[in-house]
């Protein structure tokens, strides 16, 4: 089973909208952190928002929130009042901490196009 | 320095060279990681590095792929007998420890013809 999964390949939204980007995970590993990370055209990976499993709030980061829901295992990200900048590939990971791997592993990731 | 550099940031070679991508991570951090990111996929996992020696090697494809961290700072990928099919972009990520953030580099764009 893939560990994190994006069914969105691609999300269009009008600029000052807010849109939410899909992610959901597979862990039995009861330690683990979800990131999201953005990729515009440039290649670059950038972090934008980190969320632990035992983290008892939804973080957030400025225009960014994430919706956690552990028990259904998703991990969602909000982009609030969308900008043009915002355009770009989208990717959401997970860390498992308890298996002593630091690696992350990504999701496919969403392409997100932000129309005036 | 200041971000993740990779170098270089495009290369493009024949079918059979042999070539090297290096990172050079954010001076001080121990942990470093190398992936790789097909066209229209997620990055995947190669290799990870705490300090000098590879600490999980599990992501590399097969024997053509090595890499090296001689010094625990500069890390070389080092890819032989290149095949068509290890066109992708390769990323290199730095983080303080084993549990600390990733900062990413812009990635080499390898091209295989």
């Known amino acids: 089973a893939q560990k994190i999964t994006q069914t969105q390949p691609g999300m269009f939204v009008q600029e000052k909208e807010a849109v939410t980007l899909d992610c959901t995970y597979d862990t039995s590993d009861p330690s683990y952190g979800l990131f999201w990370y953005k990729q515009p055209s440039s290649g670059e990976m950038i972090f934008l928002i980190y969320q632990g499993s035992y983290d008892q709030q939804n973080a957030t980061e400025g225009r960014y929130s994430l919706n956690f829901q552990k028990a259904r295992k998703s991990a969602n990200l909000v982009i609030s009042a969308s900008q043009l900048g915002d355009s770009a590939m989208y990717f959401c990971a997970m860390r498992e901490y308890a298996s002593g791997y630091s690696t992350l592993t990504f999701g496919k990731g969403t392409m997100l196009l932000v129309s005036p | 320095g200041a971000g993740v550099s990779q170098t270089p940031s495009n290369k493009v070679t024949e079918k059979g060279k042999y070539v090297e991508l290096r990172c050079d991570p954010i001076?001080?951090?121990?942990?470093l990681y190398w992936y790789r990111q097909s066209l229209g996929q997620g990055p995947e996992f190669l290799i990870y590095f705490q300090g000098t020696g590879a600490a999980d090697d599990s992501g590399l494809p097969n024997d053509r792929f090595f890499a090296v961290r001689p010094e625990g700072s500069v890390s070389t990928l080092k890819i032989q007998r290149t095949e068509r099919g290890d066109s992708a972009v390769y990323l290199c990520?730095?983080?303080?420890?084993?549990?600390?953030?990733?900062?990413f580099g812009s990635g080499t764009r390898l091209t295989v013809v």
């Open positions: 990520a730095s983080s303080q420890d084993r549990d600390g953030g990733y900062t």
């Open positions: 001076s001080g951090h121990t942990a």
